[in-house]
Each structure stands twice: as C-alpha cells, then as structure tokens.
C-alpha cells in the first residue's frame, strides 16, 4: 500500500524559510514524477512544483520559481520542498503527490497522480 506522509509545515513570517517533506512507503520514488501541490479554501489545487527522479529534472510554477527548491534523496525515499523568501500569498495546504509510472509531462494537472498525501499546513503571516 502506497503512503505518502508530508511533514515540516508551521507558521513563519514573510521573508521565512520552511522545508517540507514527503516519506514515501510502499513506493520508489526513482523512474517517476513527484510533486507538490498547494491549496487554499474554496480556490483549485494549485501545482508547486515536480520532480522527475530518473532524469533529476525539476519543474516549477510561476509565482515560487527562483525562491522554492524541490528534491529528493532516493536513499530515505524521501521528497522535499525547501520554500524561502516566503509571502503571505504562500499560505495553503500542501500536498505531496506522485504518479504510478512515467515523466512530468503536464506536471501541474492534479488528476494526472494517483497518490496523494494527507496534507502539511503552511501560514505567512506577521
């Protein structure tokens, strides 16, 4: 059985730094693609960013690029997110989330992963 297990939310001030992790069991993370979505109250999941494990490419959305870092270390089948210089506009639930098989083609569509995480909270506020 898949489980994907997000941990490291928290509160923290605009311009704050968080790392977010996602242990995955009963599942590799090497030779497929992995994510992170956000999402707000009453708005769509939003993709964060992706990884794809064999090739190690990265993939991000517009509004975190150049301040979020996604990765992955194979040997505790583990993602991460590092987040810095973070914003208000920041604040969501996050999700780890991650395909049966294949690349990160279309990375950012939610209904294209098969394994979903319970969720790690995320609040910027001063």
């Known amino acids: 059985r898949v489980q994907l297990v997000e941990s490291g939310g928290g509160s923290v001030q605009p311009g704050g730094s968080l790392r977010l992790s996602c242990a995955a069991s009963?599942?590799?993370?090497?030779?497929?693609?992995m994510a992170w979505f956000r999402q707000v109250p009453g708005k769509e999941r939003e993709g964060v960013a992706a990884?794809?494990?064999?090739?190690?490419?990265?993939f991000y959305g517009d509004s975190v690029k150049g301040r979020f870092t996604i990765s992955r270390d194979s040997a505790k089948n583990t993602m991460y997110l590092q987040m810095n210089s973070l914003k208000l506009e920041d604040t969501a639930m996050y999700y780890c989330?991650?395909?049966?098989?294949?690349?990160?083609?279309?990375?950012?569509?939610?209904?294209?992963?098969?394994?979903w995480g319970q969720g790690t909270q995320v609040t910027v506020s001063s």
């Open positions: 989330a991650a395909r049966r098989a294949g690349t990160c083609t279309t990375w950012d569509i939610r209904t294209t992963y098969s394994y």
């Open positions: 990884i794809y494990t064999s090739g190690i490419s990265t």
């Open positions: 009963g599942y590799t993370t090497s030779g497929a693609c």
